[in-house]
Every structure is written in C-alpha cells, then in structure tokens.
C-alpha cells in the first residue's frame, strides 16, 4: 500500500494538449474515483500513473518515490482493465498467477496467493477454465484476482464495470467496495459514471477538458458543487439550471428571475447587486405546492415513473426543467404544475460558472 | 377452465401449423412424379455448385490421376494402354527420384524457414508505428508481385560473374576463392534458388503475420508489462500464442506451394548441375515436358500429392489443438 502524488502533471499527444496541470495527492489506502464525460483525460491521468503514458511535464511519485521514468513492472501497481484484458490462452489459475510466475516467486507463494485470492472472489471451480468459458461477470472476477494476488501499492481500475450489464454492474460495484473494505489497499477508479463515482468513492475527483474541477467527498460534490459542470454532472436526474440576477433588498437576498418572479435565497452572497447569476436546483430538491409568494407555474411535459418514484419532465417558460417526486399523486399531475424552491437546497453560481460564494455579512436569512 | 381450453386450441394450431411447414401433405394422393420432384429438390438446389466443382476440379484430377496407371508418351501415337503399377514399380527403383525427393526437402524446408524468420521480422518491425510505415508496407509487398519467371531469370543474372555483381562482391569478402557462378557449382548450386525463393516470399509471412500481429489486442501487452513482463516475455507469452494459428496455417500453405513450385528452379539451373537441384516438381516437368512420358510424370506427381496430402493433415491437426488452447 502506498501513497500517490501527482504534481502539476500535464500531458501532450503531439500538440493537443489533454491535461492541463493536475495535482492530486491521494493518501495510504484511500479509494479515489477520477470521474468525467469521455475525453476529459481521467484515463490518461490513471495511464500516466500506471506507466502506460510517458508524463510530459510534472512529476507522479508512488510512496514518495518519484517513477515518472520507471517502467510499468517496476511501480508494483495492478490494473484492471475496462476489457479485462485476461491473457485468452492461459487458464484463470495461470492468469492469476502469471505476474507471480514472472517475478519468480516461490511454488508454494502462488498456489497460496491464487487460492486466496481466487476464496476471495468465489472463483475456485474455475481455475482450470480458459477466459472464453467464462461470463463477463466471471472474467472481470479473474482480472480482480490477477490484480489482488500479486499484493501491489496500488490498484488501478480503468472503468472496469463498463462492459458488464445494469445488474451486474451494481453488484460488482458492491463486490469492489468490500474488496477494499477488506484488503485497504490505495485505489484509483476511473469511471464516466456518477453513480459509481458517488458510491464507491473516499473521495472524488471531477474532471473536465483535463482540469481537476473539485476534488472531495461524494457527499461534498453532491452538497456544494465547486462549478456548474460538477453540479451538472453529479446527481441524477442532472440538476435544473435557471439564469437570474442577484439583487438585494434590505435584510433579504433574492435571485429575480426573467419574468420578474423573486426566488429567495438563504444567505446573501459576494456578489454585485444585478449580477448574472445562475441558479442551480436539484430535482429531487423541488416542492410541488400550492400557489405562493416566489412559486412558479410549470407545463408538463412527460411523466416518467421509474417505480421508486416519478420523473416529471416539465416546461419552465419554455425551459426544460426536471422535478424528482416520491409523491405518487404526481402520477395525475394536470397540464400544469406550481413548483417552488426551498431556499436551503438552491446553489448559486455567478458569471464564470463558480459557486458563488456566501457573504460574510450576513445580510439576510431565507 | 376456459383458460385450459384456450391453451389447448393454441397448441393444435401450433401443431397445424408445424405440419404445413413440414411439408407433409395432408391428402395421400399425390403423384410419383411430384414425390420424386420433391425428394430431388436439394439436390437440384446444389446441382449447379456441384456440376461446377466436378467439371473444374475433379474432372482434370480423375484424368491426371489415371495417365498414372496408363503408358503415355505424347510423340507415341500407339500409347495409352492401362499398365498397372509399372510406373510405381519403376519410380521405387529410381535413384534419381529419391535424389529428387531429398532436394525438395532440403529445398522446402531452407525457403520455408528463411521466409518465415525474414517474414516475422520484418512484420515485427512494421507492427511498431515510424513515419513512414504506409510506404515501407507497400514496398514490403513489392517482391510478391515480381512474376515468379522474371525473379528467377533476374537471380540468375545476379549469380551470373559475367554480368551479375554477386559473385565479385563474395569474393572481396572472402567467401569465394574466385568470383564465379554459383549456380553452376554442384555443392552450393540450391542455393542460388533458394535465396531467390526467399526474396520472392518474405512479403507473403511479412503481410500475413502483420495482418495477424495487429489483431492482438494492445490491452494484453499493457496488462503483461504491468505484471512485469518484459520485451522478451511479453513476446514469448502473448505475440507467439496469438500468432500460432496463423503460423501454423502460412507454414502449411507455403510448404505446399514451395515443394510443388519448380519455376524459379526451371529457369535459374533446369535441375543441374547434374542433378543437384532437381526437386521432385522440377522432375516431374522434366519427365513430363522434356521427356514427354506423361504417364511416369503423372505417377511421380501421385506419390508427391499422397506425401503432401499427409503433411497437410497432420498440420491442420496441429492448428486445431493451437486454436482449441487459444
């Protein structure tokens, strides 16, 4: 087990540049997600870290030790491939096995670390059979098992649950998090997934475009998104976003929407009086209520129940805006709805897209 | 209960309809002719392939195969009568064909091998990406498409101390006490052949194994160089198990081609000297075309086609076993 430091690391491929500077530093036996849309360069940071990408510039040390120039055997990392990449023409003992084989170690060793590790991943009946007499399920097993036996400071997963199906999926990503619950081991997961990010993560690190957007706990990214991506991309159904001013009146702080409707916020914040701002919701955050003061009228659109409750994709003067409701008589919700915005649960993002900041002063209360 | 019965009604349509796609007919009168029609149906479906493969294909081989049991000598208008197992007779006490038979190992196996390594690694260099690559794999391709007869006249002239700057360039390194023709040489002449036959076929492996290489999916070598293997293992591990099929089918395929392949040997040394190139194709030829006895030809060429029909299940054997581990 060990630590990893990431420093200023950025990669070109030619003279495209993919990450734009990324520090990181990920402690001893953390479990770390680098989530982010396709392209956004996570697989290319958690290559770099592997040793299967050179670093352009910046430095990435494993256990304080610097590696950028060391070669991939000689990080002592394991990796699990989002194809699985089990080697088709050994049996699943040998593939388990085959790093232990290549280091020499002794017989005894890796019998005792296969059928450990194979014990620990319900693997034993299948020893002897190739990868191709294997479900998807199975093989992404065998690739855990290759990665475990061999004891690294470190596993690497590059999205490794993307190949299997929903059911699966969840039940591998269970089967992930007690693998790390039991073996403590440093990890660092990439995924496009949210759901994965949110549930496997200590801490996640959202990228875009090759820069770090917020690094923290799932409950973090969830709770107070550093930017409009983050809160865009974390939470589903994805957050509904509205433009607005800023204004303040006396003791309180309000958004004005376009049409002249004043959403009252919880605090006030560092921001110019009339300032662009943009207001930031979570479905499941929206009240259904009758008619108020701040409330607003919405069509309905489409109503999507998913069993444990109902997506109402609505029409917010002609904006899509989604509401998340446990409340079955949404089912029958007529052709318009009134929605409104508990002030503790609204984020606030100014011009550029950042959080907005609360005020110091704390000029009024919601 | 009406659910019961409903169930049933489904199943005796189902049945109903089974039977019709069946094609059993419901009434038993129906005609010999239109019985006879319907059994000959597949058969008249598959008749044009099969008339196609027997005339093209079988057809010759048949006729061949008997000039075997027949004497058949072109300029003897008297000939053709059924001789029995005379040709065999006289084929088990040739010295020349055992000559023969030994060339075209020695012969097979050399071009076959030198192809081979040549082929891998040259696929091996163009399989890592350098500017260039897309050219270097057309030029690559170029020696395939030298006409076999142009590459052997051009090999010949190469040999040739006369006009050809081999034999002087060997002798200024000090291979040869004198800048001559090593074509004309009883101890080394095959290889005059042989070096030709590997130029001309290095870009067949090259192309089939680089074909072959690219399909090896990057993840494995990525996840061995993880496990910690190195250039070495990763090639011994992964490159040869995956390439192993492939191997085992490009070997088979030109060790057939190579034994039955006498036209570079025709045209750089007829079988000379004295015999020392004479493969068992180029003797065939020879008794054919220049001694014009058909039927012995067609006898040597039996053996030849029995000895390579052998070899030739005992690779595709060797290729199930790789493909069933792979």
Redesign the interface.
């Known amino acids: 087990m060990a630590s990893i430091d990431i420093r200023n690391v950025r990669k070109n491929f030619g003279i495209v540049s993919v990450l734009h500077g990324v520090d990181l530093s990920i402690k001893n036996g953390e479990f770390v997600v680098l989530v982010g849309p396709s392209g956004c360069g996570k697989s290319t940071l958690l290559r770099m870290i592997?040793?299967?990408e050179e670093v352009t510039e910046g430095e990435i040390r494993i256990d304080g030790k610097r590696v950028n120039e060391r070669?991939?055997?000689d990080r002592d990392?394991?990796?699990v491939?989002q194809?699985y990449?089990?080697?088709?023409?050994m049996n699943v003992a040998e593939n388990m096995s085959?790093?232990l084989r290549?280091?020499k170690a002794a017989r005894e060793k890796i019998t005792a670390a296969v059928s450990n590790a194979a014990r620990k991943l319900e693997l034993q009946p299948l020893l002897a059979r190739r990868p191709k007499a294997l479900s998807g399920g199975q093989r992404q097993r065998v690739a855990m098992g290759?990665a475990i036996v061999?004891q690294p400071k470190a596993f690497l997963f590059d999205e490794p649950l993307s190949n299997l199906d929903a059911r699966l999926r969840e039940q591998m990503r269970a089967e992930i998090k007690k693998l790390h619950r039991d073996l403590g081991a440093t990890s660092i997961y990439v995924t496009h997934d949210q759901i994965e990010a949110m549930t496997l993560a200590d801490r996640i690190v959202a990228m875009h475009e090759g820069v770090v957007q917020q690094v923290g706990s799932p409950l973090e990214l969830y709770d107070r998104p550093a930017n409009l991506f983050v809160a865009g991309f974390i939470g589903s159904p994805a957050m509904n976003f509205l433009s607005a001013r800023y204004e303040v009146s006396g003791e309180t702080a309000g958004a004005r929407l376009p049409d002249g409707t004043l959403i009252a916020l919880s605090s006030a914040y560092q921001l110019e009086e009339g300032a662009a701002v943009t207001l930031g919701i979570r479905p499941e955050h929206v009240e259904m209520s009758p008619a108020s003061e701040g409330s607003l009228r919405a069509t309905v659109d489409l109503i999507e129940p998913t069993g444990f409750g109902i997506i109402l994709h609505l029409g917010l003067h002609g904006l899509p805006f989604n509401v998340f409701t446990l409340d079955r008589a949404a089912l029958t919700a007529g052709p318009t709805v009134t929605v409104a915005f508990p002030p503790q649960h609204l984020h606030l993002f100014d011009e550029t897209g950042k959080r907005a900041l609360e005020s110091s002063l704390q000029k009024g209360k919601g | 209960m009406v659910d019961w019965k409903d169930g049933q009604l489904e199943r005796k349509r189902q049945l109903k309809v089974f039977d019709a796609t069946a094609g059993f007919p419901e009434s038993r009168r129906q005609s010999l002719v239109d019985r006879i029609t319907r059994h000959a149906e597949p058969y008249l479906y598959t008749a044009p392939a099969l008339i196609l493969i027997v005339t093209i294909m079988l057809a010759p081989l048949v006729l061949g195969l008997s000039y075997a049991f027949r004497d058949v000598h072109l300029l003897n208008p008297f000939s053709g009568g059924y001789v029995g197992l005379d040709h065999f007779r006289t084929l088990y006490d040739d010295d020349n064909f055992y000559r023969a038979l030994r060339n075209t190992l020695w012969w097979t196996g050399a071009s076959v091998f030198l192809q081979f390594v040549f082929g891998l690694i040259l696929a091996l260099l163009l399989d890592r990406p350098f500017a260039g690559r897309a050219v270097a794999q057309a030029l690559v391709f170029l020696p395939w498409a030298v006409p076999t007869f142009l590459t052997g006249l051009n090999w010949a002239w190469l040999f040739n101390p006369v006009i050809g700057p081999l034999p002087h360039w060997l002798y200024a390194l000090g291979l040869m006490s004198e800048p001559a023709n090593i074509l004309s040489n009883p101890q080394f002449a095959m290889w005059g052949p042989i070096i030709a036959n590997v130029w001309w076929g290095i870009p067949f492996f090259a192309i089939t194994l680089l074909a072959a290489l690219q399909a090896i999916p990057r993840d494995l070598y990525e996840a061995a160089a993880i496990d910690g293997a190195g250039a070495i293992r990763r090639f011994t591990s992964i490159t040869l198990p995956f390439l192993a099929p492939t191997i085992a089918i490009t070997v088979l395929l030109r060790t057939v081609w190579i034994s039955n392949f006498a036209d570079l040997i025709i045209v750089m040394t007829s079988g000379g000297p004295a015999d020392r190139t004479q493969i068992v194709a180029s003797y065939i030829f020879t008794q054919a075309f220049r001694a014009l006895d058909f039927g012995y030809a067609s006898a040597i060429a039996l053996v030849l086609l029995v000895l390579l029909l052998a070899y030739s299940m005992l690779i595709v054997m060797l290729r199930q076993v790789l493909m069933d581990r792979a």
């Open positions: 592997a040793g299967l070669a991939p055997k990392i394991a990796m491939f194809s990449a089990l080697y088709p023409h085959y790093g290549i280091r290759r061999r």
